[in-house]
C-alpha cells in the first residue's frame, strides 16, 4: 500500500518527474552488486525535501548508488573510447528497441488477418471465392500461401481445364509459404547481433575504464576512492549498458522465433487444407 501511494505521488507531480523512473532503473542498479558502492563518490548533493521526507525514495537511494549519478557529467568527463562505446550501445539499443516493436505489431496483425482469413477460406467452397476475398486480408502471411497456390492452379487449369500435375502445386505452395517466412524473419539477424555483441563492446569499456582507474592511481599515487571513481563509474556504466542492449534483444529474439516457427506450421497446414480444396474442386 505504502508503494502504490508513493507511485501515485510521483505521478501527480510531489516530486520532481524524474524520480519517477528510479522505480524502472532500480533493478538495473541492483544488478551491478557491491561494486556500484563506488559510485557513491559521485553522487549528487543533498537530496531535496521531497526526497528526504519520502522514506521510499531515501530507502532506494540508499541502496542504489548508480541512481545517483549524475550520467550527463559523466559523459562530458569521459574520453573519446568510452564515448564511442556508450554511442554504439546506445546505438544498438535503439535500433533493436525500433525492431522489436515494429515486430510486436506486425506479428500481432499478423496472426489476427491469419485467423480471419483462415475462417473465410474454410467457409467457402470454391478457390475463385476465396480469390475474390483476399484484398479484405492483406498482410495475412497465409494470403501469400494462397496467391502463390492459386496462381499454379490457374496455369493448369487454363491449360488443360483441371490440375494435371499435382507436385508442381505442393512445390509452389512450399515456395510461398518460404517467401512469407523469410519476410517474418526479416531483421531478425540484427536482434540476434545485438544479443550477442553488445556484452562484448560493454565489457570493452568496462576493461577500458579499469586501465583508467589504474592509470589515474599511478599517476596520482593516492588510494582514494575520488581517484579512481570516474574510471570504475565508466566501467560499470558500460556493463550496465550492455546488458541493457543485449537482455531484451535476446528476450525478443527467443519470442518472435517461436512466433515464426508457429506461423511456419500453420502455413504447412493450410497448404495441405489448399490441396484438399483443389481436390473437391477439380476431381475427375
Known amino acids: 500500500m505504502d508503494c502504490a501511494q508513493a507511485l501515485k505521488g510521483y505521478l501527480r507531480g510531489s516530486l520532481r518527474v524524474k524520480h519517477f523512473f528510479l522505480f524502472l532503473f532500480y533493478p538495473l542498479s541492483a544488478t551491478i552488486g557491491t ?36 550520467f550527463w557529467e559523466l559523459v562530458k568527463t569521459s574520453e ?3 564515448l564511442v562505446v556508450m ?14 516493436l515494429s515486430k510486436w505489431s506486425g506479428f500481432r496483425k499478423a496472426q489476427e488477418r491469419n485467423r480471419y482469413f483462415l475462417n473465410a477460406f474454410r467457409k467457402s467452397v470454391r478457390l475463385d471465392a476465396v480469390a475474390t476475398l483476399v484484398d479484405q486480408f492483406k498482410g495475412a502471411p497465409l494470403v501469400g500461401v494462397f496467391s502463390f497456390g492459386y496462381s499454379e492452379v490457374c496455369r493448369q487449369v487454363a491449360a488443360r481445364t483441371t490440375i494435371t500435375n499435382k507436385p508442381a502445386l505442393e512445390r509452389t505452395l512450399q515456395l510461398g509459404a518460404s517467401e512469407e517466412i523469410t519476410h517474418l524473419e526479416r531483421h531478425m539477424n540484427w536482434l540476434a547481433t545485438t544479443a550477442t555483441v553488445s556484452p562484448f563492446i560493454g565489457l570493452f569499456g568496462t576493461v577500458w575504464g579499469i586501465i583508467n582507474a589504474f592509470q589515474a592511481l599511478s599517476l596520482t599515487g593516492s588510494t582514494s576512492m575520488r581517484t579512481v571513481a570516474p574510471g570504475i563509474a565508466q566501467a560499470l556504466v558500460a556493463t550496465a549498458l550492455g546488458l541493457a542492449a543485449a537482455i531484451p534483444a535476446a528476450v525478443f529474439y527467443n519470442l518472435f522465433g517461436h512466433k515464426i516457427k508457429e506461423m511456419g506450421a500453420r502455413m504447412e497446414d493450410f497448404s495441405l487444407e489448399f490441396l484438399n480444396m483443389t481436390e473437391r474442386n477439380f476431381e475427375e
Open 35 to 70: 561494486g556500484a558502492s563506488i559510485l557513491e563518490t559521485l553522487a549528487a548533493p543533498s537530496p531535496s525535501k521531497g526526497e528526504r521526507d519520502n522514506p521510499i525514495l531515501t530507502s532506494i537511494l540508499d541502496r542504489a548508488p548508480l541512481l545517483q549519478v549524475d
Open 87 to 100: 554511442g554504439l550501445l546506445g546505438l544498438f539499443s535503439l535500433l533493436s528497441w525500433t525492431i522489436i
Open 80 to 82: 573519446p573510447v568510452p
